[in-house]
């Protein structure tokens, strides 16, 4: 474990300034050497990755926790899968690269997604159709509070549409050091998502590498780049409405829909925030990305009240216009 560090600035993408405390582990056992030091000074510790899904007040009293450990094993194999053990430290973008590389089928949909391998797990990280979680056997890591190292199988994660136990009732209490992923060489594309289609339409046949590779120029093309105009990808999540309330609602019809397994069915967030005419909308240095209207860039200055006041007027207008309530995807640190 590195002795604690004080006063130091988190890198998070919005570039939003934030000193705090900060302490690295390599894994298991530096954790929960940790936890005996946080419990002895009286403080909390706040696992953080590569702060791509946050947005951090000017100073946190707790200490952040940072895992370093990026190793990669394979842990077990079978006829059709192998199973990966990666360090929660590991960059997500650079693993998925690398099982591509190797031919394993799985990850290619989740590319270019900031981070790291810990906090995949956390939000079930998901896009152009796919989730982490169906590639996710077990979560390894140690309980904040007690100091007990435990691991989890998939079903113990209760993932669901970018959530999971993590952001539930293990929120705050649980590090994760290292997942485990179930990948075979065999398993199916997922390519009907409409975008990546479109993109790729008149590539066959298709490998795993042509699907990362249009799932990345897809990103560029798309989404504001976090190097150039801070932000932390999507700001709301989409809503997931009844048949019976779009019937109802004024221009319902008209806006994108997509059908649950459930039968309730999701709406484009990003929709309802430009048909309410906030692209462009600003707050301080925070505004709602002209590209994009689901993302809050740092124009430059910006500070955490300003991101969350801009986000409370989209919440506000599109409550306004459609009477729904737009959920906060990143997540919102006070200064405890
Ligand atoms: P952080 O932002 O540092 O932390 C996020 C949360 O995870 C916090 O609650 C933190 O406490 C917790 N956490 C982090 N590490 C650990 C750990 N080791 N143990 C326990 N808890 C931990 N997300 C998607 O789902 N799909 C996308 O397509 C997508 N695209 C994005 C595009 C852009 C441009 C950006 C900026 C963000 C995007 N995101 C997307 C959001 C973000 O990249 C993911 O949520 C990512 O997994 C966050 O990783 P991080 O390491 O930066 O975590
Ligand atoms: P898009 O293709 O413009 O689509 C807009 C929204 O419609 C998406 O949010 C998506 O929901 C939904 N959608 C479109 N086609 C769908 C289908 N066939 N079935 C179900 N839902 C569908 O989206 P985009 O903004 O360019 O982003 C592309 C992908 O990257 C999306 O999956 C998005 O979630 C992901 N992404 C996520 C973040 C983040 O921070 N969470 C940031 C950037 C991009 P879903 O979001 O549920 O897919």
Same mark, same amino acid.
């Given at each position: 474990?590195?002795?604690?560090?004080?006063?130091?600035?988190?890198?998070?993408?919005?570039?939003?300034?934030?000193?705090?405390?900060? @302490?690295?582990?390599?894994?298991?056992?530096?954790?929960?050497?940790?936890?005996?030091?946080?419990?002895?000074?009286?403080?909390?510790?706040?696992?953080?990755?590569? %702060?791509?899904?946050? #947005?951090?007040?000017?100073?946190?009293q707790?200490?952040?926790?940072?895992?370093?450990?990026?190793?990669?094993?394979?842990? %077990?194999?079978?006829n059709?899968? #192998?199973? @990966?053990?990666? +360090?929660? $430290?590991?960059?997500?973008?650079?693993?998925?690269?690398?099982? #591509?590389?190797? %031919? *394993?089928?799985?990850?290619?949909?989740?590319?270019? &997604?900031?981070?790291?391998?810990?906090?995949?797990?956390?939000?079930? &990280?998901?896009?152009?159709?796919?989730?982490?979680?169906?590639?996710?056997?077990?979560?390894?890591?140690?309980?904040?509070?007690?100091?007990?190292?435990?691991?989890?199988?998939?079903?113990?994660?209760?993932?669901?549409?970018?959530?999971?136990?993590?952001?539930?009732?293990?929120?705050?209490?649980?590090?994760?050091? /290292?997942?485990d992923?179930?990948?075979?060489?065999?398993?199916a594309?997922?390519?009907? *998502?409409?975008?990546?289609?479109?993109?790729?339409?008149?590539?066959?046949?298709?490998?795993?590498?042509?699907?990362?590779?249009?799932?990345?120029?897809?990103?560029?093309?798309?989404?504001?780049?976090? !190097?150039?105009?801070?932000n932390?990808?999507?700001?709301?999540?989409?809503?997931?409405?009844?048949?019976?309330?779009?019937?109802?609602?004024?221009?319902?019809?008209?806006?994108?829909?997509?059908?649950?397994?459930? $039968?309730?069915?999701?709406?484009?967030?990003?929709?309802?925030?430009?048909?309410?005419?906030?692209? +462009?909308?600003? !707050?301080?240095?925070?505004?709602?990305?002209?590209?994009?209207?689901?993302?809050?860039?740092?124009? +430059?200055? /910006?500070?955490?009240?300003?991101?969350?006041?801009?986000?409370?007027?989209? #919440?506000?207008?599109?409550?306004?216009?459609?009477?729904l309530?737009?959920?906060?995807?990143?997540?919102? *640190?006070?200064?405890?």
């Open positions: 474990m590195t002795s604690l560090q004080y006063n130091r600035q988190l890198p998070n993408t919005l570039a939003l300034p934030c000193a705090a405390d900060t @302490l690295c582990v390599s894994g298991i056992e530096q954790a929960r050497d940790a936890v005996r030091l946080a419990r002895a000074l009286g403080r909390s510790l706040l696992p953080l990755g590569e %702060g791509s899904n946050v #947005v951090l007040p000017g100073a946190l707790g200490i952040a926790l940072y895992v370093t450990d990026k190793s990669v094993h394979e842990v %077990g194999r079978d059709e899968f #192998v199973t @990966l053990r990666v +360090g929660a $430290g590991h960059a997500w973008h650079a693993f998925v690269c690398t099982t #591509v590389a190797e %031919g *394993y089928v799985g990850l290619e949909n989740l590319a270019l &997604i900031p981070g790291t391998v810990g906090a995949a797990p956390i939000q079930n &990280i998901g896009a152009y159709g796919r989730e982490v979680a169906a590639f996710i056997d077990a979560v390894h890591g140690v309980d904040l509070h007690s100091g007990d190292s435990r691991s989890l199988n998939a079903e113990q994660c209760e993932f669901s549409y970018r959530h999971s136990v993590f952001k539930g009732a293990l929120r705050d209490r649980f590090l994760i050091c /290292a997942v992923f179930r990948l075979s060489k065999h398993a594309l997922d390519t009907h *998502y409409p975008a990546l289609a479109a993109q790729l339409d008149g590539q066959a046949p298709l490998s795993a590498q042509q699907v990362l590779d249009a799932v990345v120029a897809l990103r560029r093309q798309r989404l504001p780049d976090p !190097e150039l105009e801070p932390v990808g999507s700001f709301f999540k989409n809503p997931v409405v009844d048949a019976t309330w779009l019937r109802n609602v004024d221009g319902g019809t008209q806006m994108p829909q997509y059908p649950q397994p459930d $039968g309730r069915i999701k709406l484009s967030a990003a929709w309802l925030i430009d048909h309410c005419g906030l692209k +462009g909308l600003r !707050e301080g240095g925070a505004c709602i990305a002209s590209r994009h209207a689901l993302v809050i860039t740092n124009r +430059g200055g /910006a500070t955490q009240r300003d991101v969350l006041t801009l986000a409370e007027r989209v #919440v506000h207008a599109v409550q306004q216009r459609y009477g309530t737009l959920e906060m995807e990143p997540r919102v *640190y006070g200064d405890g």
